[in-house]
T-cell receptor, first 115, second 116 residues
Framework: NAGVTQTPKFRVLKTGQSMTLLCAQDMNHEYMYWYRQDPGMGLRLIHYSVGEGTTAKGEVPDGYNVSRLKKQNFLLGLESAAPSQTSVYFC??????????????FGPGTRLTVL | AQKITQTQPGMFVQEKEAVTLDCTYDTSDQSYGLFWYKQPSSGEMIFLIYQGSYDEQNATEGRYSLNFQKARKSANLVISASQLGDSAMYFCAMREAFFSGYALNFGKGTSLLVTP
């Protein structure tokens, strides 16, 4: 099992450009998440999904959109990148709501720089 | 809203010694879960240990144990017999309920350096 994978691993964008980050998991997890990590800030939740075809906003959703067309994939889009979106982006997945344990499995991260 | 506080930005410990990383939390929920993750310099997030609010015993996983004091709302991570490979960032997190599901609310982390 590959677990949670993210592509790309690194990306440099110019202000105003758009891009999509892809997250894939092969554990048949219902829940998927996108976080961003900034220096000294820990991880903050951008968007999440509780199942195929559903998405919801997290703590810092502005400037991002997401889609979950297939259960195994969760896409994070930046329509018009800004320097404030320079960050490391982590995708994670977990079992269903019925599990109180709810351990999240993380991908390796994507380092994005917006110039 | 829930809140996780890690008051130690950086910690040093000598190899083979034990170290405690502090975590306090604030919640009005009766049912909650607390997690610790390790992030080495390579960047990946590694799950270490979990404690449920109704668990009667403190969680342990190998050299990691969680000192859970519910009344004080603290969930400190204890690493026994530190190793050089334990040098990393450590994050405390709480399971937080959102509108239609659950996610993790993370603290800002503690950087641990293990010295020979």
């Amino acid at each position: 099992n590959a677990g949670v994978t993210q592509t790309p691993k690194f990306r440099v964008l110019k202000t105003g450009q758009s891009m999509t980050l892809l997250c894939a998991q092969d554990m048949n997890h219902e829940y998927m998440y996108w976080y961003r990590q900034d220096p000294g800030m820990g991880l903050r939740l951008i968007h999440y999904s509780v199942g195929e075809g559903t998405t919801a906003k997290g703590e810092v959703p502005d400037g991002y959109n997401v889609s979950r067309l297939k259960k195994q994939n969760f896409l994070l889009g930046l329509e018009s990148a800004a320097p404030s979106q320079t960050s490391v982006y982590f995708c994670a997945s977990s079992y269903s709501k019925g599990s109180s344990y709810n351990e999240q499995f993380f991908g390796p991260g994507t380092r994005l720089t917006v110039l | 809203a829930q809140k996780i506080t890690q008051t130690q930005p950086g910690m040093f410990v000598q190899e083979k010694e034990a170290v405690t990383l502090d975590c306090t939390y604030d919640t009005s929920d009766q049912s909650y879960g607390l997690f610790w993750y390790k992030q080495p310099s390579s960047g990946e997030m590694i799950f270490l240990i979990y404690q449920g609010s109704y668990d009667e015993q403190n969680a342990t996983e190998g050299r990691y144990s969680l000192n859970f004091q519910k009344a004080r709302k603290s969930a400190n991570l204890v690493i026994s017999a530190s190793q050089l490979g334990d040098s990393a960032m450590y994050f405390c997190a709480m399971r937080e309920a959102f509108f239609s599901g659950y996610a993790l609310n993370f603290g800002k982390g503690t950087s641990l350096l293990v010295t020979p």
